[in-house]
């Protein structure tokens, strides 16, 4: 019997990711730089004074035509030197704007209200969302906006963590690993997630859904985003396999952020569709065989564990070539030991209490 359901769960396993590689594969017609939109890229920083230089600068590098971008930094109540560095840095740049969290729009919190008061403000046709930890290619915002045809309403980029212990590298598997994923289903418009520090939307279509402040209060706004959005059933959502649109951010320094973080997301998650359900089931079967193993051990469960491990090492060496981010591979092992783990463990962690902690705040 545990063969069979092992079977069963291994058997969809490798469907899906099968579906997902199909999915990012999709190509989308371009813009030249010509043709590209105005954009504004929001910031929104709380604390973040040891991040926040190299992210300015890497802004600041940005490749864009004249006259169509601006940057607008939010300081969200910060109670370090996060103002000063910001105000000190584009002293000379005009086309940075600093803006400093005073009002709270309707139910909004934290970093959701911060980056609706920048959206107030903004000018741009397009807005992108990325992170105080996060440093942008210098291409990010020219190839996310290139994307922008009439129909497409969100534009989602991949992030990648730096690896440099197997700590870290265990979450950048695990970062590559999701992204993956977010990016296969909205591809195929079965959207399941995105992230907030590498995501563009238009501005026109914030509007039409009503902003943030029409959108029930979420710990993960951008997912929030995305689902009013996709309800639309007007626009195209995608999610390009595209290195020139890369944003690397650092990861979590110790078990009990990652831990927060994780939960974070499963949070937001809990309102995703049917599908994701499905899919996050399907997995949850899989990998709770895989620690049950051991006490029902045939050597043909064995052999399912074995090309288990070879789905994921050939579905993370796909997007990883396409980056030239091979070497990382290196850490897999320590990457399949904490996701077997923490896909188990997650729902106990989940279900029983919401409550989420995240940059000082409780919500």
């Known amino acids: ?55 300015l600068v890497a802004l600041n590098q940005l490749e864009y035509p004249e006259g169509k971008l601006e940057i607008l930094l939010v300081d969200d109540k910060s109670t370090d030197k996060t103002g000063e560095i910001i105000a000190a840095f584009i002293s000379d740049k005009p086309k940075f704007k600093k803006i400093v969290t005073k009002k709270e729009i309707g139910h909004l919190k934290g970093k959701t209200n911060a980056i609706a008061n920048a959206i107030e403000l903004a000018t741009g046709e397009i807005i ?15 190839t996310l906006t290139s994307y922008y045809t009439d129909d497409v309403a969100i534009v989602n980029g991949f992030t ?25 289903t909205i591809n195929f418009d079965k959207p399941l997630s995105c992230i907030g520090n590498n995501m563009s939307f238009r501005k026109s279509v914030y509007d039409e859904v009503g902003g ?22 007007k626009y195209k959502i995608i999610y390009p396999l595209d290195p020139n649109g890369l944003v690397t951010t650092q990861p979590c320094d110790t078990i009990k952020n990652l831990y927060r973080q ?68 290196k850490y897999f092992f320590s990457f399949e030991i904490y996701y077997i783990l923490y896909v188990v463990l997650l729902p106990f962690a989940v279900l029983p209490n919401r409550k989420v902690t995240w940059k000082g705040r409780k919500y």
């Open 128 to 142: 992108l969302t990325t992170d105080a930890d996060c440093i942008v290619s210098p291409t990010w915002a020219k």
């Open 160 to 184: 990648m963590q730096d690896a440099k212990t197997q700590f870290q590298g265990m979450q950048h598997l695990d970062f590559v690993y999701l992204l993956s994923v977010a990016s296969g």
């Open 262 to 329: 994780k939960k974070r997301w499963a949070v937001g998650g809990l309102k995703a569709p049917l599908r994701g359900f499905l899919i996050m089931s399907n997995a949850w079967v899989a990998h709770l065989a895989i620690i049950l193993l051991p006490f029902f051990f045939t050597t043909a469960a064995l052999s399912l564990f074995f090309f288990k491990l070879v789905i994921d090492f050939l579905f993370l060496f796909f997007v990883l070539n396409t980056f030239k981010l091979t070497t990382t591979l």
């Open 212 to 233: 943030y402040e029409n959108l029930p209060f979420s710990v993960t706004e951008d997912f929030n985003l995305l689902f009013a959005i996709h309800k639309l059933k």
């Open 1 to 55: 019997m545990f063969e069979v359901v092992f079977l069963i769960a291994m058997c969809g396993y490798f469907l899906q990711t099968v579906w997902f590689i199909v999915g990012m594969q999709k190509q989308f017609r371009k813009k030249s730089i010509a043709e590209l939109p105005t954009a504004t890229i929001i910031v929104a920083a709380r604390n973040e004074e040891g991040n926040l230089p190299a992210c």
